[in-house]
């Protein structure tokens, strides 16, 4: 009986051993327990914490939706940080509506996190604050003109009390002028109406004031605590994060549109005698609901990044304005002769109709190469108006190498495109004596073919990706767009989460390299560049990478 019993508790003996080593093991994969004067101390051998704050998406006009969206990054941001070591339950997410609410949730945050010497994973592993990164998109308010770029274009919070935008002031105008307009009209209630306009002015300010306040003192406890703080895409006035992922701003998407318009019209072959005829739209926002002056900065710095590329060949007379707008002696501080009030919806084609316009009886449109529409909304009215104005054809026509059947079999992936630049004329047909049908210079092919040329549909550039928009850019009515490399973005800030957590430098990484933020000096910046999309290249950059599906495309 004894001899029985022996291998029975041999076999518990060796059974409870095993559980022993493997939960000695499991404890090892995800800590060290270090026992001294019977106190224990665990050591985390994860990455640590990562938790996000963004604004909520924003709104664009008649629901358009540009594929740079908060929401569309985020899940990104998290699967890169879970793709580099990071456990999906250290990674937290919030989103805020303002700034008084976000600047709250951080406080909140980073207050609860220290009173509690550390924050504890589901594990029951303590995370220190140095193994800790707060990644922080700060809400600033932008007007509807701007929001059509998409959600992330970077901006900087002022830390003036002067300087602050009133968050909901807009909303509150409304309101006041609503009253004001049910009121006898007198000149005491006027005067009252006028008193609460102030009143609630001031309130929103000193509310935009205090959040700005807190936000910034949340953050720098946060980092002499010992966590990390990156900005995403919006910087702060006088503030220096451990790192900020700069995103798109005003002047790289003008600058990325001119630069693709001057490759595609090849601009440094072209001449006098033969000039390209391009026309810009600048979109703005001069003035809100009640009247108030409006931010022109964004027009102002995204004009300024397009005659940084364009100023050269307008001032060589090789690039004219169809509407005479831009000429030779434009400079990159004449904004205002391209801005037009985009506030309401169908101006971006009225606009355009308005410059475009022939003399009475003229047979054909005004000749024109390209549009700098700079964002996806107001190409999609160019795009109609254009078609209204009679002109035909596609971006793919400017390249007879490339066809509309060639363009679609490429992106589902049939075939790959085979692209020949087309040369062109160094003088126009009307310029070249030799243009005629019968050498008597009677001009008939070469009226036929002035009006051809002239009905010919332009390049249309915009930004932003709308979805919407994509089936334009496939049949190649507008010829290109824009958006950020969201998945290059999120790897990066993975990887500088990771480096900060474990206490290494960023200035390795080759998307870093230090730039002014803030008015900061030598702050890691990481930067990716736009990615430019076409038919051409539509494939490899939306469908691929997963961005849109061919569905999207309208395929």
Same mark, same amino acid.
């Given at each position: 009986?004894?001899?029985?019993?022996?291998?029975?508790?041999?076999?518990?003996?060796?059974?409870?051993?095993?559980?022993?080593?493997?939960?000695?093991?499991?404890?090892?994969?995800?800590?060290?327990?270090?026992?001294?004067?019977?106190?224990?101390? &665990?050591?985390?051998? =994860?990455?640590?914490?990562?938790?996000?704050?963004?604004? %909520?998406?924003?709104?664009?006009?008649?629901?358009?939706?540009?594929?740079?969206?908060?929401?569309?990054?985020?899940? /990104?941001?998290?699967?890169?940080?879970?793709?580099?070591?990071?456990?999906?339950?250290?990674?937290?997410?919030?989103?805020? /509506?303002?700034?008084?609410?976000?600047?709250?949730? &951080?406080? !909140?945050?980073?207050?609860?996190?220290?009173?509690? +010497?550390?924050?504890?994973?589901?594990? *029951?592993?303590?995370?220190?604050?140095?193994?800790?990164?707060?990644?922080?998109?700060?809400?600033?308010?932008?007007?509807?003109?701007?929001?059509?770029?998409?959600?992330?274009?970077?901006?900087?919070?002022?830390?003036?009390? !002067?300087?602050?935008?009133?968050?909901?002031?807009?909303?509150?105008? @409304?309101? =006041?002028? %609503?009253?004001? =307009?049910?009121?006898?009209?007198?000149?005491?209630?006027?005067?009252?109406?006028?008193?609460?306009?102030?009143?609630?002015?001031?309130?929103?300010?000193?509310?935009?004031?205090?959040?700005?306040?807190?936000?910034?003192?949340?953050?720098?406890?946060?980092?002499?605590?010992?966590?990390?703080?990156?900005?995403?895409?919006?910087?702060?006035?006088?503030?220096?994060?451990?790192?900020?992922?700069?995103?798109?701003?005003?002047? %790289?998407?003008?600058?990325?549109?001119?630069?693709?318009?001057?490759?595609?019209?090849?601009?440094?072959?072209?001449?006098?005698?033969?000039? +390209?005829?391009?026309?810009?739209?600048?979109?703005?926002?001069?003035?809100?609901?009640?009247?108030?002056? $409006? #931010?022109?900065?964004?027009?102002?710095?995204?004009?300024?990044?397009?005659?940084?590329?364009?100023?050269?060949?307008?001032?060589?007379?090789?690039?004219?304005?169809?509407?005479?707008?831009?000429?030779? +002696?434009?400079?990159?501080?004449?904004?205002?002769?391209?801005?037009?009030?985009?506030?309401?919806?169908?101006? =971006?084609?009225?606009?355009?109709?308005?410059?475009?316009?022939? #003399?009475?009886?003229?047979?054909?449109?005004?000749?024109?190469?390209?549009?700098?529409?700079?964002?996806?909304?107001?190409?999609?009215?160019?795009?109609?108006?254009?078609?209204?104005?009679?002109?035909?054809?596609?971006?793919?026509?400017?390249?007879?190498?490339?066809?509309?059947? $060639?363009?679609?079999?490429?992106?589902?992936?049939?075939? !790959?495109?085979?692209?020949?630049?087309?040369?062109?004329?160094?003088?126009?047909?009307?310029? #070249?004596?030799?243009?005629?049908?019968?050498?008597?210079?009677?001009?008939?092919? %070469?009226?036929?073919?002035?009006?051809?040329? #002239?009905?010919?549909?332009?390049?249309?550039?915009?930004?932003?990706?709308?979805?919407?928009?994509?089936?334009?850019?496939?049949?190649?009515?507008?010829?290109?767009?824009?958006?950020?490399?969201?998945?290059?973005?999120?790897?990066?800030?993975?990887?500088?989460?990771?480096?900060?957590?474990?206490?290494?430098?960023? @200035?390795?990484?080759?998307?870093?390299?230090?730039?002014?933020? $803030?008015?900061? +000096?030598?702050?890691?910046?990481?930067?990716?560049?736009?990615?430019?999309?076409?038919?051409?290249?539509?494939?490899?950059?939306?469908?691929?990478? *997963?961005?849109?599906?061919?569905?999207?495309?309208?395929?």
């Amino acid at each position: 009986m004894v001899s029985a019993r022996r291998p029975a508790t041999v076999l518990t003996a060796f059974a409870a051993a095993c559980a022993m080593a493997l939960s000695l093991t499991s404890c090892a994969s995800d800590s060290d327990r270090n026992d001294t004067n019977g106190d224990t101390t &665990i050591t985390s051998t =994860s990455l640590g914490a990562v938790a996000l704050f963004t604004p %909520s998406d924003g709104i664009t006009l008649s629901q358009q939706t540009p594929l740079n969206k908060w929401a569309k990054l985020t899940p /990104d941001i998290t699967d890169a940080l879970v793709d580099a070591g990071f456990r999906k339950g250290d990674v937290s997410h919030t989103t805020s /509506d303002s700034l008084d609410k976000q600047s709250r949730a &951080i406080q !909140d945050y980073v207050v609860d996190h220290l009173s509690s +010497k550390g924050e504890t994973s589901d594990s *029951g592993i303590t995370i220190t604050p140095e193994n800790t990164t707060l990644l922080v998109a700060p809400v600033v308010e932008a007007d509807a003109s701007t929001r059509q770029y998409g959600d992330y274009v970077s901006q900087e919070l002022s830390t003036s009390g !002067d300087e602050v935008t009133a968050e909901g002031s807009a909303d509150a105008d @409304e309101s =006041s002028d %609503s009253s004001s =307009s049910d009121s006898s009209g007198s000149s005491k209630d006027e005067a009252s109406a006028d008193s609460s306009d102030t009143a609630t002015d001031t309130t929103a300010d000193n509310a935009q004031a205090e959040a700005v306040d807190r936000l910034v003192s949340s953050l720098k406890l946060a980092k002499e605590s010992g966590m990390h703080v990156v900005l995403l895409g919006n910087s702060i006035e006088g503030y220096k994060p451990d790192a900020f992922a700069k995103f798109s701003d005003a002047q %790289s998407i003008g600058r990325l549109q001119a630069e693709k318009i001057v490759a595609k019209l090849q601009l440094t072959k072209a001449s006098k005698d033969n000039p +390209k005829y391009i026309e810009v739209l600048l979109p703005y926002t001069p003035a809100d609901a009640k009247g108030t002056a $409006g #931010d022109s900065t964004f027009a102002r710095e995204a004009f300024r990044g397009i005659w940084q590329v364009l100023g050269a060949y307008y001032q060589k007379g090789v690039v004219k304005s169809p509407s005479g707008t831009l000429d030779a +002696k434009t400079t990159e501080n004449d904004w205002q002769l391209v801005a037009y009030d985009a506030s309401k919806e169908g101006s =971006s084609a009225k606009t355009l109709s308005t410059r475009l316009a022939t #003399d009475d009886g003229a047979d054909s449109p005004t000749r024109i190469d390209a549009v700098l529409a700079l964002n996806d909304y107001v190409a999609s009215e160019v795009v109609t108006e254009l078609d209204d104005l009679g002109y035909t054809g596609s971006a793919a026509d400017i390249n007879p190498q490339i066809t509309i059947s $060639g363009i679609v079999g490429n992106i589902t992936g049939k075939k !790959d495109l085979s692209r020949q630049a087309v040369p062109d004329p160094i003088k126009s047909p009307e310029n #070249d004596d030799a243009n005629t049908s019968d050498g008597s210079g009677s001009g008939k092919d %070469s009226t036929a073919t002035d009006k051809a040329k #002239d009905a010919q549909w332009p390049l249309v550039t915009g930004y932003g990706a709308y979805v919407s928009n994509i089936p334009s850019v496939v049949n190649g009515k507008q010829w290109m767009t824009g958006m950020e490399n969201r998945k290059a973005f999120a790897s990066d800030i993975a990887e500088a989460c990771t480096r900060l957590n474990k206490g290494q430098e960023l @200035e390795s990484m080759v998307s870093v390299r230090n730039t002014q933020v $803030g008015g900061v +000096k030598k702050v890691p910046t990481i930067n990716e560049p736009l990615l430019a999309v076409s038919a051409s290249n539509l494939k490899a950059t939306l469908i691929d990478p *997963g961005y849109i599906t061919l569905a999207d495309a309208g395929l």
